[in-house]
């Protein structure tokens, strides 16, 4: 097969991984976009992502529409809707003198009742000059029912004939954040659509004729200027088409990487477990029969001569980092060197403080390498890696860059996989001859997102906790109720407990979040003085250090932080863990947020602290909390109420997962697409033929690079 494709004259290896230039288009800017410039892309970045581009614009997909066909009559419209109707302007009630913040208020009529035009804070010229009295007016917007009358605050639309004639009948809504208006996503997905290329056709013609799919550029289309409602619904074809795509895509790239894996030989990297041994004696605790299982299975694929590709899972607590330690001497013992690598710094040195003085007693040289080691510092531990004199290297991402070169390079351990996409997994791997792989998560994920998600892995779980440990007792309070939360603080602090205080997501802004850590910070500062910390992702990796360390001593008693302390971090004298808006995140992550405490002998508890009024669901998820420990009963439950995509948190991940296709849509086309792209790669294993050109074109759309590069490996 090999030979096969190196006898063809096409493609070049410049051509299998570099981006089609039909593509460049959608991968402009957004500032490119007509209309649009770095003012208004700014706040399109806290809706899209950093940098946006053309490309994502058109996959920001529209959450619902607006039919401006229903025009009814006043007396027939429907509170809660939007309406469109056509009026006369009655009367003017500006805000009174002595009130400016009162609304402007402007009543109009269609002769079957009246509708009152609710403006706060808007320009009173504006108003007067848009609805003068007497005037015929298009205005269409939502309806509500106030104290018996009828109300639209600010309308959508306020057209006159001639504007109404150039509204386009039926209008997407787009989700939104602060800043950004359907206006100004309205403008940019009209110059975006304009952009769209027209681009070969990569899917099979008999299932786009089957499905009557339209084509992909047509799909955007239709769905950014829907002719009809049902243009929209998470069930047109057109949704359909572009998920399938996405999937197919996610589904290759998968298959590439499985297919590169498999091409590899391994080695035999297992020693004679000498010091394996000694780390079992300096080990302070007894393993678990599921880490002793766990660790037997590990070495013995590290002694096969295939290459090893595990997935330890384990919930948080269970002791993954011991696994990994004991599995990493192995390769030691074989004269090798094996690396750990965590998605964040905090991770990354809490690994550190683990590990090494278990390694050092047992004889094995370990270091970490983050971002944060800089200078003759990084040059000599650079040097020391390549030299072989490092045996365990721990570190971040930082570990795969380029100027990280190992001498003999066995082993590499991903911690918290989810965090990390196939191509990081990939690239560290790459760092070696024939790496053995181990990913460790510890999102419980079901049997078949596994093989969807991490492609063909073996999987070892621990499925019991390390002895000793007490159930947490979980509660569920009002933030109505919050002063009472902090007298009890009072008392527990008196008693020597150790207080984790959780602040949510509140935006997609960090500095955002950060501000609003600093000021419960500053609240829980004067109720607690001196006895409180603050953590953040704003701040920098030698800080959030040292304010661990001090949690962790015990100078500081009640810690405030943002999500940064969610995987991983281990003070086992923690007791008491506080999340705030706890509705707003996923049941994962109140899963392994709540793993921060119930580590040591204490009694543990979790307040999840909700916002009220809470809605159904939202009290169901809080209630599946309180009602187990178990991850993977958790996880089957977050995936029942919210869908795979979240559960695996793939909007961070890189993962394939799903921008477009939604978990409505998802289960049925994801086995069509695995099933096609297993066939696909079977019939054209380096996508050379007719049809492969087009599938390169889907890999790069959806920003493969990585699989597309494999291809030139073959
Ligand atoms: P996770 O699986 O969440 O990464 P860790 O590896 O951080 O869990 O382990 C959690 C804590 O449990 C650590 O303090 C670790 O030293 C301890 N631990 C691990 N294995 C055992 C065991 N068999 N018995 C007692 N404590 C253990
Ligand atoms: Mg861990």
């Not at 106030?146 to 504007?163: F, N, R, S």
């Not at 590709?309 to 013992?333: I, P």
Request: with cysteine; hydrophobic share 40%; proline share 6%.
């Amino acid at each position: 097969m090999r030979r096969a494709i190196a006898a063809r004259p096409i493609p070049t290896h410049r051509q299998a991984d570099m981006r089609p230039s039909a593509l460049n288009p959608l991968f402009a800017s957004v500032e490119t976009l007509t209309g649009l410039g770095e003012k208004t892309a700014k706040p399109l970045a806290r809706l899209l992502g950093r940098e946006p581009r053309v490309l994502d614009v058109l996959f920001h997909l529209p959450s619902g529409i607006v039919d401006r066909r229903q025009r009814p009559k006043i007396a027939d419209a429907q509170p809660g809707g939007v309406v469109t109707v056509e009026v006369t302007v009655e009367e003017h009630h500006p805000a009174p003198r002595n009130r400016p913040r009162a609304p402007y208020r402007v009543v109009v009529t269609d002769g079957t009742g009246w509708i009152t035009l609710i403006f706060f804070g808007t320009n009173r010229t504006y108003v007067e000059r848009s609805l003068p009295v007497g005037a015929k007016r298009w205005i269409s917007g939502r309806l509500e029912l106030y104290e018996a009358t009828l109300q639209m605050v600010h309308p959508d639309k306020i057209l006159d004939e001639a504007g109404m004639s150039r509204l386009p009948p039926v209008e997407p809504v787009y989700p939104l954040v602060e800043g950004v208006t359907q206006n100004l996503i309205g403008r940019a997905t009209r110059g975006a659509v304009e952009r769209i290329p027209e681009l070969p056709e990569w899917l099979d013609p008999n299932l786009v004729a089957s499905r009557h799919w339209p084509a992909f550029r047509d799909a955007l289309r239709h769905l950014h200027h829907p002719r009809q409602p049902e243009d929209a619904l998470p069930e047109s074809p057109a949704r359909h088409r572009l998920a399938y795509d996405e999937l197919l895509s996610g589904q290759l790239a998968l298959s590439l990487v499985r297919a590169h894996m498999r091409r590899q030989h391994g080695r035999s990297s297992a020693g004679d477990g000498h010091i394996v041994r000694r780390l079992e004696d300096v080990l302070p605790f007894r393993l678990t029969s599921s880490q002793q299982h766990a660790i037997h299975d590990i070495r013995g694929d590290l002694a096969k001569p295939e290459r090893m590709l595990r997935l330890l899972q384990g919930d948080v607590g269970s002791g993954k980092t011991v696994v990994a330690l004991l599995a990493m001497a192995s390769v030691v013992e074989a004269g090798r060197q094996a690396a750990l690598m965590a998605p964040t710094e905090i991770l990354a040195r809490q690994h550190l403080k683990t590990i090494r003085p278990l390694a050092e007693a047992a004889g094995l040289r370990v270091a970490i390498l983050t971002g944060r080691e800089k200078g003759k510092e990084r040059e000599t531990l650079l040097a020391a890696i390549a030299a072989g004199t490092v045996d365990v290297l721990l570190g971040t991402h930082a570990l795969f860059q380029e100027s990280v070169a190992f001498k003999d390079l066995a082993f590499a351990v991903v911690d918290e996989q989810h965090r990390f996409g196939v191509h990081q997994r990939l690239a560290l791997a790459a760092k070696g001859e024939a790496v053995d792989v181990l990913v460790m998560t510890a999102t419980p994920i079901p049997r078949t997102l596994v093989l969807t998600y991490f492609g063909d892995m073996d999987v070892s779980a621990l499925h019991e906790k390390p002895a000793g440990r007490q159930p947490i007792d979980t509660r569920i309070v009002s933030n109505e109720r919050l002063d009472e939360v902090i007298e009890g603080l009072r008392r527990q602090l008196e008693t020597g407990a150790r207080v984790y205080w959780v602040c949510p997501l509140v935006s997609e802004s960090e500095l955002v979040d950060a501000a609003a850590a600093e000021e419960r910070f500053r609240d829980l500062d004067h109720h607690f003085q001196g006895q409180v910390a603050l953590v953040h992702g704003k701040m920098k990796g030698s800080e959030k250090d040292a304010v661990m360390a001090r949690f962790a001593a015990g100078e500081v008693r009640i810690l405030v932080a943002t999500t940064v302390i969610e995987v991983g971090v281990d003070v086992p004298e923690a007791n008491i863990i506080v999340i705030e808006h706890a509705e707003r995140f996923g049941l994962a992550q109140l899963h392994q947020l709540r793993g921060r405490v119930g580590r040591g002998a204490a009694k543990s508890t979790c307040l999840l602290v909700y916002k009220s009024p809470l809605g159904e669901t939202a009290e169901a998820r809080l209630k599946i909390m309180r009602e187990t420990e178990d991850g993977f009963r958790i996880a089957e439950e977050d995936l029942r109420l919210r869908g795979e995509g979240e559960l695996l948190g793939t909007r961070q991940s890189g993962l394939p997962g799903t921008r477009l296709a939604g978990v409505e849509i998802y289960s049925e086309l994801l086995e069509a697409a695995r099933k096609e792209a297993t066939l696909l790669l079977d019939r054209d294993p380096g996508l050379t033929g007719p049809r492969g050109a087009a599938l390169r074109t889907l890999l790069h759309l959806f920003e493969r690079e990585e699989a597309a590069k494999l291809l030139r490996a073959g």
